[in-house]
């Protein structure tokens, strides 16, 4: 069974950085595509960044240089490392993983608040 826990989510100072972990079970790293993807209020979730099955990392044009995303094959999770946080980048964060290519599974989504 998939399942999906993000934590720290928080109030951060814009220029500041925060790491979002996401512990995943039920997941094979080398089979899932893992990503982070975020939420505001009347908006669509998007796509913050990604990594693939083979290693492969994609970031959404508004945090590349800034976010990082790795997995740690130990802890079976999945980081989201944000420096040089902005005011936009304020929002509910959702791990994601598209289990064999073939089932999205979510997490509950941890909230990020940025203080300018």
């Known amino acids: 069974q998939v399942q999906l826990v993000e934590s720290g989510g928080g109030l951060v100072q814009a220029g500041g950085s925060l790491t979002l972990s996401c512990a995943a079970s039920?997941?094979?790293?080398?089979?899932?595509?893992m990503g982070w993807y975020r939420q505001v209020p009347g908006k669509q979730r998007e796509l913050v960044a990604l990594?693939?099955?083979?290693?492969?990392?994609n970031y959404a044009e508004a945090v590349k240089g800034r976010f990082t995303i790795s997995r740690d094959f130990v802890k079976n999770t999945v980081l989201l490392q944000m420096n040089a946080v902005k005011p936009e980048d304020a929002a509910v964060y959702y791990c994601?993983?598209?289990?064999?290519?073939?089932?999205?599974?979510w997490g509950q989504g941890t909230q990020v608040s940025v203080s300018s």
């Open positions: 039920g997941v094979i790293f080398s089979l899932d595509d």
């Open positions: 994601n993983v598209n289990h064999l290519r073939r089932r999205n599974y």
């Open positions: 990594v693939t099955r083979d290693g492969n990392t």
